[in-house]
């Protein structure tokens, strides 16, 4: 798998020395997703165990992916907890529409080593819902630190505010 480093939001600064990567691949209907973070200082306030489907996840740390295809304006989000705890949703058109997505099998999200972690998703009728492969994938992530600050990740930003629904993060390209 490809190795991608993650940017930060120049707006909104990591912790000294933070950093983010992820890795990802398809194979059959399965997606992997390899997220590393370095925090050398453990600056990085990281959620408590938990599991299952849950909401707000995005307003703690959590790790995201979001995926499209040509399909005019629909696509999904995952949200994935370092804690094991997510949530998917799927959007109608740019931020509306929002709603549960059912998923074939729910996200596992593995603590793999310090500071790695693999989410895998069962995208088993994604494209009924988004389109066809091949789909745009966003990859980002929401860094909370102990001292209450967010850093905002992903391989591309828009201009002004994060804003991970906006096409410009959906920088990656899938199948």
């Not at 912790?15 to 050398?40: K, T």
């Not at 949703?89 to 080593?113: N, T």
């Amino acid at each position: 798998m490809p190795h991608h480093d993650l940017m930060p939001h120049p707006d909104f600064p990591p912790p000294d020395g933070v950093a983010v990567s992820a890795e990802w691949a398809m194979e059959s209907h399965r997606l992997a997703i390899d997220y590393r973070v370095i925090d050398p200082h453990r600056a990085i306030l990281w959620p408590t165990a938990a599991s299952g489907r849950t909401d707000s996840l995005w307003q703690h740390s959590c790790f995201e992916a979001f995926m499209a295809s040509g399909r005019p304006s629909t696509y999904a989000e995952f949200n994935l907890a370092p804690s094991g705890a997510w949530a998917a949703y799927a959007f109608d058109d740019y931020r509306a529409g929002m709603r549960e997505l059912a998923l074939a099998a729910s996200p596992l999200v593995a603590h793999s080593s310090p500071g790695q972690w693999r989410a895998t998703l069962d995208l088993m009728g994604l494209d009924d819902l988004i389109g066809p492969a091949p789909w745009r994938l966003a990859i980002t992530a929401v860094i909370e630190a102990k001292d209450c600050s967010k850093s905002y990740w992903s391989l591309a930003h828009p201009a002004g505010q994060p804003d991970f629904h906006h096409a410009d993060c959906f920088a990656a390209r899938l199948g």
